[in-house]
């Protein structure tokens, strides 16, 4: 895997994680989640998928 590979790889698992333990925190502590948390969490996930799906459709598909 080359470096530009693993950066995005790593960001995008930072930031699907750090969502996560966000969210969890916010849950166990105040009982309630916050809408810009949500958006946080949408927009993680977002760029996550992105990053993860774009890579499969450039390395199987395009090359075919």
């Not at 950066?7 to 166990?28: E, G, K, N, P, R």
Request: with cysteine; glycine share 6%; proline share 0%.
């Amino acid at each position: 895997m080359d470096r530009k590979k693993n950066v995005q790889y790593t960001c995008a698992v930072m930031l699907i994680s750090t969502s996560i333990v966000m969210v969890a925190y916010q849950v166990f502590t105040i009982a309630d989640v916050a809408n810009g948390l949500l958006f946080y969490v949408g927009q993680a996930f977002l760029l996550a998928g992105s990053i993860f799906g774009l890579d499969y459709y450039i390395d199987k598909v395009a090359k075919r």
